[in-house]
């Protein structure tokens, strides 16, 4: 009977999560977090309140369970099944958000993306490492990409997939086509442009975080290269050639401004022309 009433929430929470337009890999991580937390008690959260979720948040973090990231997911999965699904709107702000420490992303150089490159021999992991680096997508965004998406015509990508499941244009450059375009003369794709094996999916983001890491220590690059580091490398650069700061934020796919300028912070560009009042003190 408890597996039956906990299996009729999760059914209830998926149905909340899809008529508010959550993303269906938001949708498989909020239900996994509800999942462990049901199990970790033995009981469904139905019968579960906030001591339960506190110690259960502290477990998480005293024992290290989870990355940052994962642990504000676990936040909120909870939070969404309190206050959406089971209606106890007063346990939101009795739910502790975590504070994220204020990081500056690790960027890779020009010459940097010039190495990691070189040493990438598989010409799909290439061309998948130039979509990051050239148009700013996110790993899901790009292993999700489909033939159709590509847009020569019209020189655009078609982002359809975007984080909360937004769709955007994102940048189709003239070399980054002609990538595109070696790589499909290779494979020719016909549905995913990044098919798994038995062609019915993409790829997973793993196979490219892995493909990243070997190509970063092929090249010898110690600084710590993801996928994702490519996309900021995308942010980087176009704010040192002065590409305005709202269309940075449009391309990549922002919400909010204050997440673009966090490029601001790894760049010299808004330096460059400022002078320190020690070396103006000769001067008078």
Known sequence: MRATRTTALRE??????????YALSTE????????????YFGKSPELLGEPE?????????????????QYKQ???ALRFLYTETLDREWLRGRIPYPRSPKTIPDVPTVDEVQRLFACTRNLRNLTAFQILYGSGLRLLECVSLKVADINSKEMHIR????????ERLALLSPALLAALRD???R??????????KNQSSHISPGTLGKACRAAANKAGITKKITPHSLRHGFGARLLEQGTDIWKIQELLGHSHLQTTLVYTHVSNVMFRDVVSPLDQLGEE
Do not use: C
Request: net charge positive; hydrophobic share 35%; aromatic share 18%.
């Open 12 to 21: 209830r929470m998926r149905e909340d999560l899809r008529l508010r337009n």
């Open 28 to 39: 498989a991580k909020y239900i996994w977090h509800v999942r462990q937390f049901a199990q």
């Open 53 to 69: 979720i506190r110690q259960y948040l502290r477990y998480l973090h005293d024992k290290g369970r989870f990355g940052s990231s």
């Open 74 to 76: 676990a936040v909120a």
């Open 159 to 166: 982002v359809r997939h975007g984080k909360g499941d937004k």
């Open 183 to 185: 790589y499909w003369r």
């Open 187 to 196: 494979y020719q794709p016909t549905d995913w442009l990044f098919p798994s």
